[in-house]
């Protein structure tokens, strides 16, 4: 008699899988990438992203554009870990931004968020609470504006304990 091994998975792998998968098939139903780009109001070859080549010594564009973020060097507990962002950014009713998304590579959940945002919010700002992985992390923060574009920056944190 033959018998056919058992396939076991934990729970973790199939949220794990379903996850990828939900993304997979949002993405593609969505056209993302290539609608995207069709959308775009930028030149074809123009930078997908801005950043502030010397923060010490912006010019005047990079300065509005500054994305300030505040985070603990050291997180205890993952599960909770504090995050304040702002921009001194003006918010009229043609030039703004936009959005604001928060992503960090290393985590299994690598969407923090994205915040959206019009005129009448009168500042960019959030404070909000994130899941971060244990470890060395570095949280990336992208601010589209609506008429310079996407701005990103940078932020490392160490993380004792994962709360992923």
């Not at 076991?8 to 379903?18: G, M, P, S, V």
């Not at 554009?65 to 702002?86: C, K, Q, T």
């Not at 700002?125 to 899941?131: F, G, P, T, V």
Request: glycine share 8%; net charge negative.
């Amino acid at each position: 008699m033959i018998t056919k091994p058992k396939i076991t998975i934990t729970r973790r792998d199939f949220l794990k899988q379903a996850a990828i998968a939900g993304l997979g098939a949002a993405v593609l139903s969505a056209g993302w990438p290539l609608r995207a780009l069709a959308q775009s109001e930028e030149p074809p070859g123009a930078p997908v992203f801005n950043f502030i080549k010397d923060p010490d010594n912006p010019t005047p564009l990079e300065a509005e554009h500054m994305i300030n973020v505040r985070l603990p060097l050291i997180a205890e507990d993952g599960s909770n870990v504090p995050m304040v962002i702002s921009m001194e950014h003006p918010m009229e009713p043609d030039h703004y931004i936009k959005n604001i998304q928060v992503v960090s590579f290393r985590d299994p959940i690598v969407g923090k968020g994205l915040y959206h945002f019009t005129p009448a919010n009168g500042q960019a700002y959030l404070s909000i609470q994130i899941r971060m992985d244990g470890g060395d992390s570095e949280v990336f923060v992208i601010a589209e504006c609506s008429q310079h574009g996407r701005w990103v920056t940078s932020a490392t944190l160490k993380v004792s304990l994962g709360g992923c």
